[in-house]
């Protein structure tokens, strides 16, 4: 956070001629601009991170089992390791194991998660309601003949949410939300 430091300054009031000194607080950047390095347990080969609707930070990780989790803040301002949930497991048996992720904050405020599977097909869970631990059942947004190997989710110009993927013929083609 920013410090309150006291600063003497010279002025010279209105009506007349006599400067004379003050001492005000001043707003300046902290001495150490980042913070060190801390460890949130769990061992990922990929993380991806998004601002949720309420200011936290919620995280989706991958570990070398394909499985995927989430963590996220408990409060706005995270300064230490306690300040963050454990990594809960959010892939399911019936899910598969995943490859790559996609968050994106919705038009009603609700964190979207969409993932591919190790076969190329994208499922999608949000948060139900927004802000909250519960999340939708995994859903397919729709089957692809060619599996896909990369993706990415955004907001479009209307507010919907658009999905972008790549298949391994490198064919790029999108999925955009109606409602």
């Not at 006291?6 to 300046?28: H, M």
């Amino acid at each position: 956070p920013d410090q309150i430091v006291q600063v003497q300054k010279t002025i010279t009031p209105p009506g007349t001629s006599t400067p004379i000194v003050v001492t005000v607080d001043v707003l300046v950047p902290p001495a150490k601009m980042w913070s060190d390095w801390l460890q949130i347990p769990g061992g990922l080969v990929s993380i991806s991170a998004i601002r949720q609707a309420d200011g936290t930070i919620a995280l989706f990780g991958i570990n070398s089992a394909a499985n995927l989790y989430r963590c996220q803040q408990n409060k706005a301002q995270a300064l230490k390791v306690a300040d963050w949930t454990g990594w809960v497991q959010i892939d399911t048996p019936g899910t598969g194991g995943f490859a790559v992720m996609a968050p994106v904050v919705g038009p009603l405020g609700a964190t979207n998660l969409f993932a591919l599977t190790k076969g190329g097909q994208a499922l999608h869970t949000r948060q139900k309601p927004a802000g909250t631990d519960s999340w939708t059942p995994w859903a397919m947004t729709e089957y692809s003949r060619v599996g896909k190997y990369t993706l990415a989710a955004g907001i479009e110009g209307d507010g919907d949410i658009m999905l972008v993927a790549s298949d391994q013929q490198h064919v790029h083609s999108f999925n955009a939300q109606y409602d």
